[in-house]
């Protein structure tokens, strides 16, 4: 309550003062009242009761300033990364790599001429590899042709099947080099660790995926191989070999992560020739 001149008899002060025998809206200090068998604390509070002065204006708002151009380069230099983004490959594949190099360092003939070779590989080089895959090393390498009949049978689509003698020559051929070689010797008297290993890791901003051929450990040492079956002449292996140093450093990398040790080596396998030459 706070004291005024005028009260109004029928409000809750009123009655209060009433019953009590006091003005209590007139009392200057803090006090106790007695009320029947108990007690009224009152207390006083020094406060201004006056309206409010006039509101203060607000002050004068600044105009937002906006450097638009600024803001629109932001955007185009954006707009520019997005669109290196999606043509960037977010897959990677040490062949792709070594495709790119060969297309920076030849000319456009032979760059035609690696596609066109490479188109007409593909179908022996894959036949190849599941050969292989499924090889027993520690077996008699002239039984081979044996199981050759069988094998192009289930691998070769029917649509291929026009080509199946001279793919079979082919492969026969390839094998027979392969089976006749010191590289063959070598991994015989190897223990075979893996083969076709599947491999995804993180390479320089993007994934780098590919599959290990063999992976095997001959005197202590963790070895890998990868079969090739390229038409190379003898004289040009270090030649050849030297193209596929990113697949050599790539694998060999993914392999070190996963063993948690060094690899002694990683081998092209020529198989037309029999020979086996170490990447770097």
């Known amino acids: 309550c706070a004291p005024t001149e005028k009260k109004s008899p029928g409000s809750y002060l009123s009655l209060l003062e009433e019953t009590l025998g006091e003005a209590i809206a007139a009392g200057e200090t803090a006090r106790v009242l007695a009320a029947g068998k108990g007690t009224i604390e009152l207390q006083v509070v020094e406060e201004s009761l006056s309206p ?4 203060q204006r607000a002050a004068q708002e600044i105009p937002l300033q906006i450097d638009w151009l ?5 955007w185009q230099r954006r707009a520019r990364e997005c669109e290196a983004a999606l043509k960037t490959d977010v897959f990677l594949t040490p062949t792709l790599l070594k495709r790119r190099e060969a297309e920076l360092s030849e000319s456009l003939s032979e760059r035609k001429k690696l596609l066109m070779s490479s188109e007409q590989s593909l179908l022996i ?3 190849a590899h599941r050969f292989l895959e499924n090889w027993d090393f520690s077996g008699d390498p002239a039984e081979f042709q044996a199981g050759l009949e069988p094998f192009l049978s289930r691998w070769i689509a029917p649509d291929r099947q ?3 003698e001279r793919l079979e020559r082919e492969l026969e051929e390839i094998l027979a080099s392969f089976f006749a070689s010191d590289a063959y010797r070598e991994l015989s008297a190897a223990q075979i660790l893996g083969r076709e290993m599947p491999l995804l890791i993180p390479w320089n901003g993007a994934i780098m995926e590919g599959v ?3 992976m095997y450990e001959k005197d202590g040492r963790v070895f890998l191989a990868d079969y090739k079956t390229d038409r190379v002449e003898r004289k040009d292996l270090a030649q050849a070999a030297s193209r596929y140093h990113h697949q050599a ?3 060999s990398e993914a392999a070190r992560r996963v063993l948690k040790k060094d690899i ?6 020529f198989l037309r020739l029999g020979e086996a030459v170490e990447a770097r």
């Open 125 to 127: 080089g894959d036949l």
């Open 52 to 55: 409010p002065g006039k509101a």
């Open 162 to 164: 026009a080509h199946r």
């Open 249 to 251: 450093e790539i694998y």
């Open 70 to 74: 600024s803001y629109a380069q932001l």
């Open 264 to 269: 002694a080596g990683f081998k092209l396998i």
């Open 212 to 214: 290990i051929d063999l």
